[in-house]
């Protein structure tokens, strides 16, 4: 079973400022997933990448497959950007190769 | 394009009483299927996945079931629910996530349990 670890798991910020979140992972995988989950509770994918790194937008997202870990960032950070982050790391072979991070809480305050 | 729809957003149901969540995918044929369980301060869980018609996998031992009457549908139900059963319920869709498909989720159903 993959262990997930997801830090912070809550940040608060000033719109503007520069935003990292970390996942860290235990075991190898075919992808990961970059979650966001509204304040009402439903999630839209933001990215899945398996290599290297993924822009959309102000997000950015990284991975490095070797040490297990992957970051999100935002950019010019916005109050509309306040929500839950999960991280979800695909170690393959089905549904059940899926794990979740807890998420890390984020709130921009104007 | 393809859409996900999930109801009821949110119930209240008291203990014994039975349940049933309903998910319909829109614009895809033969989805992954899957039911997703979010309790408090906690990650999500996988439920029940479906890669086809009547064809359902569960993840963990528990009080509910899950049915795929069609295609595009996907049934959660309990015959009589218990207090841990409460939580926030995520039906999702995929196009294969054995070949790293993207996920996407409902609305999401909050369900209390009292």
């Known amino acids: 079973k993959n262990e997930v670890e997801q830090s912070p798991q809550n940040l608060t910020a000033q719109e503007g400022e520069f935003i990292t979140i970390n996942c860290s992972y235990s075991?190898?995988?075919?992808?990961l997933h970059w979650l966001q989950q509204h304040p009402g509770g439903g999630i839209v994918s933001l990215f899945m990448?398996?290599?290297g790194k993924k822009k959309h937008g102000r997000l950015i997202a990284t991975i490095n497959i070797q040490e297990k870990h992957s970051s999100l960032h935002i950019t010019a950070s916005h109050p509309r950007d306040s929500a839950v982050y999960i991280c979800?790391?695909?170690?393959?072979?089905?549904?059940?190769?899926?794990?979740f991070g807890k998420g890390t809480h984020l709130i921009i305050q104007p | 394009s393809q859409t996900i729809h999930q109801w009821p957003a949110t119930l209240v149901q008291p203990v014994g009483s039975p349940l049933s969540l309903e998910c319909t995918v829109e614009?895809?044929?033969?989805?992954?299927l899957y039911w997703y369980r979010q309790a408090a301060g906690r990650g999500l869980q996988l439920l029940f996945y479906?890669?086809?018609?009547?064809?359902i996998s569960s993840e963990v031992p528990q009080n509910l079931s899950a049915s795929r009457p069609q295609d595009r549908q996907f049934i959660l139900s309990s015959k009589k629910l218990l207090l841990s059963d409460s939580g926030f319920y995520l039906c999702?869709?995929?196009?294969?996530?054995?070949?790293?498909?993207?996920?996407?989720f409902g609305e999401g159903s909050r369900l209390t349990v009292l």
């Open positions: 075991v190898g995988i075919s992808a």
């Open positions: 614009g895809t044929s033969n989805p992954n």
């Open positions: 999702a869709w995929s196009v294969g996530l054995a070949d790293g498909g993207e996920l996407f």
């Open positions: 990448l398996s290599s």
């Open positions: 979800a790391p695909d170690s393959g072979g089905g549904a059940d190769g899926l794990t």
């Open positions: 479906s890669v086809g018609i009547g064809q």
